[in-house]
């Protein structure tokens, strides 16, 4: 009996129990499958059994195989599918992922189904930060494209499929043409060494797809649509779409430049221009997810965070645009949270005595948020130009992960012992 008959009779591969199909590619299928140990539902990647037993799957397949195997716990990101486990033997090869269930970007590259552009940049910044993140774990991703990331809900969205990846810590040669040729750069196409710059320019097809529903380069032969690639730069992304700002123009075509010097130096500044383009009208309250990431990312008290750390905090907190002159926390009032200024200045009055001038990066309530529970405010905080606030309850900081908590509760208090050290030496000062 194969090992195809087996699985359609048991309908299970080992500790997992196939419940449907998912999709079928070259080299294998893909599953929502169950753990019958965790009871965790998973998307298992099933290699074909004839490309297992076939006596050049260590030439062909084997490389790519262990490489995505190898990342299993690894690539620890908000916005990455976790690879969950891994498993080569008896003719049966397989990847256990985190299962995404709102289907991947492909939907969205139609002219008549596109996203809002707010929308577009919001999965562009999380995209940059993925991305970024498995670049500094010594990964190149080497296959974005839409089918390649999986959209959870909203905008919030999950890189997955990393069985191209380059490692660059590895130490056997890879080959470099893996990909999908409708997103491969020009180094790609011409074998040259890989860096993060050729996920950015995959990243860049893509995102001109959600932008106009259009590819950048499309020719009927892959000699042509290679010799375009190599040589031909695309239409501006405006001129498909006139609601599209020249700024997107700038963005995209520079994602897309030929040479990797062309394109942004680092996933940072690229991030950061897509946190900055077309900010939001003072009049409107919406902060994007981009933005509160980056306000959260500046402040010194929280450097010892991680990015999935700030994530956590990006969607705990309650975020607002405060106009000038508006009082945030009164003094002789019980209050229960701790602010962040994520942009602006706010004084600090007691018995309309200044004390003290918050600018950004700065916060304040912090002794509510360690005494967790509410507190009377000694103090009055009222905004001085406009403040892009992030509030944080006591209840919400309780429900992200222990070690978010640890980390911000050692920044806090580790500012809170300098505080007081400032505050001893002015009252010496005071009385000498």
Known sequence: MTQTQTQTQTQTIGKFELKKMLGKGASGTVYLALD???????????????????????????????????????????????????ALSDGVGYIAIEYVPGGDLSQFTSPENLLPVEDAFEIAFKCCGA????????????????????????????????????????????????????YMSPEQILGEPLGHHCDMFALGVVLYELFTGHRPFVKPTMAELFDMILGEDPIAPSTLRPALSKEVDTILLRMLGKTPEERYPTWADLALDLASIGRLSVFQQTVPDRERFFALRKIAALEHLGDGEIWELVHAGRWSRVPGYTTIVREGEAGSSLFFIGSGEAKVTMQERLLNVLRTGEYFGEMAYLKAGAI????????????LLAEFDAAALRHVSK?????????????????????????????T
């Open 36 to 86: 019958t140990f965790s009871g965790q539902e998973v998307a298992l990647k099933v290699l074909d059994p004839e490309i297992v037993s076939d006596p050049e799957f260590d030439q062909t397949h084997s490389k790519q195989f262990m490489n995505e195997a190898s990342l299993a716990g690894r690539l620890s990101h908000p916005h990455i599918a976790e690879i969950l486990e891994a």
């Open 131 to 182: 991305l970024d993140f498995a670049f500094r774990q010594g990964v190149v991703h080497r296959d974005i494209k839409p089918a390649n990331i999986m959209v959870v809900s909203g905008t919030n969205v999950k890189v997955v499929d990393f069985g191209a990846a380059y490692l660059q810590k590895a130490l056997d040669t890879q080959i470099t043409d893996i990909g999908s040729p409708l």
């Open 376 to 387: 009377t405010r000694h103090a009055t905080v009222e905004s001085i130009t406009e403040v």
């Open 403 to 431: 070690n978010c908590q640890l980390h911000l509760t050692f920044a806090l208090l580790h500012t809170m012992v300098d505080r007081l050290m400032l505050a001893d030496e002015r009252i010496i000062r005071a009385v």
